[in-house]
């Protein structure tokens, strides 16, 4: 396909077109006064939100070359949502500061390679010095705190996410469903989580989610290897077999060209080694048709693996299908198969909830992994694996369940929910820190010098750039003007690492105490990929797109007569 290029500074344009467009469209939402951005649907009604990573998955740009620079930024965005969950919008800032002032010092002709080097010491001193600052959650008023701030000041929010994590641990699982009668409530409800996940990103049904939901699904366990075509029918007969014996109708249906196929929409989770591409094209082609509805997932790469397997056919009621048997897939049983309430599987993590195994049997290996577990010596790897096996198999799922009026207000409401359960974890695992862009603010006060001259320039630009995401909360809330921000009255000694601007008092005062804060994890990861991303893009010269082929199309009315374009 022919290509076409752009060179230099029509190439830097162009890409810094893209950037801002991003970055003009997200950073209005940023803060307590942040505002809203409406994006449109194809079908129902439009959506409304504050979501940085939403909004910018939603921009495409008409303009090729602008739209990779669009690109560059969605993937910072979409590394900081994957890793810490929240933090998007502040990514997206300091990512379109750093290549706006850092293109500037490239057609000034510095080191490229240089100034990158000092880019990548700067972010290392500065997150060195965002976890020396930060402090553990010690109490449950600091994780509401954390959480409703993430809810743009939701304190019912808050305080339901508190309560769910308190119970389920950072490790547990917290989900977010519709509740049928628009009140909004915390339930727990049993389950299992596995941080092992889906083998193939084709069997992901929920596209906009990258997760696959699945109700009332039958659960299939083994540590082989699915490797050839024989393995996939095999299981889809003994399936098929099952579904039988249970009563369980299974339609026909007409291919285009004629050939009547079976169609069963009853989900089935595999939980296997691997899978071959003859099984996965199998099984995708067929979940693409409608005959099926399985998800593979992979099965965790650990030495106690066959047991963390047996501990979730013994939840789910099946039976594990072990290669130390001897046997082959061709020996599957209706005995095998288990099932569960709801499937949730995403990349990373698998969550059953509403297991149907039989509860004694459970309790009774709940039992003995507890009493293992006093045997072992704390710390050892056995002893920590065999409390991950216990926690998983006692552990609950806590649902938090979201109404609203209408359902604008309530997707606004869930993504708001989902951001702050992410930041309530992350606060959980790395500590919190001075929020409003406080805490990036102070490690701007602490630059240091380089013995080389030129990468003290990509030094000096990353450093003169982390306060703007304080600068943009301060401007979205109209306080910009005021020109005090950074312009310290007080004495540097008065300011220490737990001050910023509250925008509600809208003055300058220790806003850990007032209960500003956020999760160190979302400040570095936001930090750390805005200036991987950037810092690797400033060393561009070109830009490759695909030519666009036009079409001039005719427009015809009901007659067909053609339609003038004026």
């Not at 049993?190 to 092992?196: C, D, F």
């Not at 098929?240 to 060209?257: A, H, P, S, Y």
């Not at 820190?433 to 080389?452: D, E, F, I, M, P």
């Not at 000096?460 to 304080?470: F, R, T």
Request: aromatic letters at 6%; hydrophobic letters at 40%; proline letters at 2%.
């Amino acid at each position: 396909m022919p290509k076409k290029l752009k060179f230099k500074s029509k190439a830097w344009e162009s890409l810094q077109k893209g950037i801002d467009a991003i970055v003009n469209s997200v950073k209005i939402t940023l803060g307590s006064d942040g505002k809203y951005v409406v994006l449109e649907r194809d079908w129902g009604s439009p959506v409304i939100t504050n979501d940085g990573v939403t909004i910018a998955r939603d921009i495409d740009l008409k303009d090729s070359y602008e739209e990779l620079g669009a690109k560059l930024v969605k993937e910072v965005a979409h590394k900081t949502n994957e890793e810490a969950g929240d933090g998007t919008t502040t990514a997206i800032i300091l990512a379109g500061e750093l290549y706006n002032k850092g293109i500037k010092l490239v057609k000034k002709g510095v080191n490229r390679s240089k100034l990158r080097t000092g880019i990548v010491k700067a972010t290392k001193e500065i997150v060195k010095t965002l976890k020396k600052i930060a402090t553990p959650i010690k109490t449950k008023e600091q994780l509401e705190q954390i959480a409703t701030l993430s809810a743009s000041g939701d304190q019912e929010i808050g305080t339901l996410i508190a309560k769910a994590i308190n119970k389920v641990g950072v490790d547990g699982a917290v989900l977010v469903e519709t509740s049928p009668t628009g009140e909004t409530k915390l339930e727990f409800i049993e389950g299992y989580k596995l941080k092992s996940g889906v083998i193939s990103p084709f069997m992901i049904f929920n596209i906009a989610k990258q997760k696959s939901e699945l109700v009332n699904p039958f659960i299939l366990i083994t540590d082989r290897a699915l490797m050839t075509v024989s393995d996939f029918t095999q299981i889809a007969d003994a399936f098929q077999t099952m579904l039988k014996e249970k009563g369980i109708e299974i339609r026909f249906g007409q291919t285009k060209d004629g050939r009547k196929i079976a169609q069963c929409d009853v989900p089935l989770v595999i939980f296997a080694d691997s899978m071959s591409h003859a099984v996965l094209n199998g099984i995708v082609s067929n979940n693409a048709m409608g005959c099926l509805k399985w998800v593979g997932v992979k099965t965790p790469a650990t030495l106690d693996k066959k047991e963390v397997l047996s501990d979730i056919a013994l939840k789910t009621g099946g039976k594990l299908l072990t290669r130390d048997s001897g046997s082959g897939i061709n020996s599957i049983t209706t005995a095998h198969f288990g099932r569960c309430d709801k499937a949730i599987i995403d990349k990373n993590e698998t969550i059953l909830m509403g297991g149907k195994g039989d509860k004694k049997a459970v309790d009774s290996r709940i039992k003995d992994l507890k009493e293992a577990v006093n045997k072992r010596v704390a710390g050892g790897y056995n002893h920590d694996r065999l409390k991950t096996r216990l926690a998983n198999l006692s552990n609950n799922v806590a649902l938090l369940k979201i109404g609203a009026p209408t359902p604008t207000e309530l997707t606004e409401k869930t993504y708001r929910v989902e951001d702050a359960i992410n930041s309530a974890k992350a606060a959980l695992e790395e500590g919190i820190v001075v929020g409003a862009g406080g805490a990036l603010v102070y490690c701007s006060r602490k630059k240091g010098t380089l013995q080389n001259k030129e990468e003290q320039i990509g030094y000096d630009l990353l450093y003169s750039i982390i306060d703007s995401p304080a600068k943009q909360i301060l401007e979205n809330a109209d306080m910009r003007t005021k020109a005090t921000l950074f312009n310290w009255s007080n004495p540097l000694d008065k300011i220490t690492n737990r001050h910023g601007y509250n925008t509600e008092t809208r003055q300058l005062e220790d806003l850990c105490f007032s209960g500003i804060i956020d999760p160190v994890k979302v400040t570095r990861c936001a930090l750390e990929y805005a200036s991987s991303i950037i810092g690797t893009l400033l060393l561009s010269d070109v830009i490759i797109v695909k030519r666009e082929e036009r079409f001039d199309q005719q427009v015809f009315d009901m007659q067909g007569r053609p339609i003038n374009a004026g």
